[in-house]
């Protein structure tokens, strides 16, 4: 199995499950439990939930990928969500593939997928960069994190 092109990221190395099927990398993702094709984006996404799982507690069982919610009539996918112990949406996580750079139009998309979900923590990651902001809806703000939160600390 090949997989010297998966880049390095900014992230802690893991031992991702890879496999091949049809001559197609696939990756276990461990949230949806299946194995699923590995995308630029798809590589980072697993490496970040890697990472908050193991290096900043999050659990596993509050967290699911591809969530499908619907805004202005049309079916959106965020790419994770973070639940509290209630179920109630508390983060939303967009990746991007390591070599797409992030932009407005980024914080742009995760905004209008927050207009439905109302999270306290917006986190974007292209892998390499990576970026958190915490949502004060009474002052109508938010602050840009110098650093992804422990679990224990939101």
């Known amino acids: ?7 390095i990221l900014n992230l802690p190395l893991y031992q991702a499950r890879i496999k091949t099927v049809n001559g197609k990398l696939k990756v276990l993702d461990i949230l949806r439990r299946r194995f ?14 890697n990472f908050l799982i193991n290096y900043k507690g999050y659990s596993q069982t509050l967290m699911n990928n591809e969530v499908m919610l619907t805004f202005n009539g049309m079916v959106r996918r965020c790419d994770s969500v973070l639940y509290t112990n209630t179920l109630n949406p508390r983060m939303i996580i967009k ?18 997928y927050n207009m439905v979900l109302h999270v306290d923590y917006l986190v ?11 949502i ?4 109508r703000t938010y602050t840009f994190l110098e650093d992804i939160p422990l679990y224990k600390d939101l």
């Open 136 to 139: 004060d809806y009474e002052n």
């Open 1 to 7: 199995m090949k997989t010297t092109n998966l880049p």
């Open 36 to 49: 699923v094709a590995l995308t630029p984006e798809e590589w980072v996404r697993q490496n970040f939930v």
């Open 95 to 112: 990746y991007k593939a390591p070599n797409i750079e992030i932009t407005q139009k980024v914080f742009d998309q995760i905004c209008r």
């Open 124 to 134: 974007i990651s292209n892998g390499m960069n990576h970026y958190c902001c915490k």
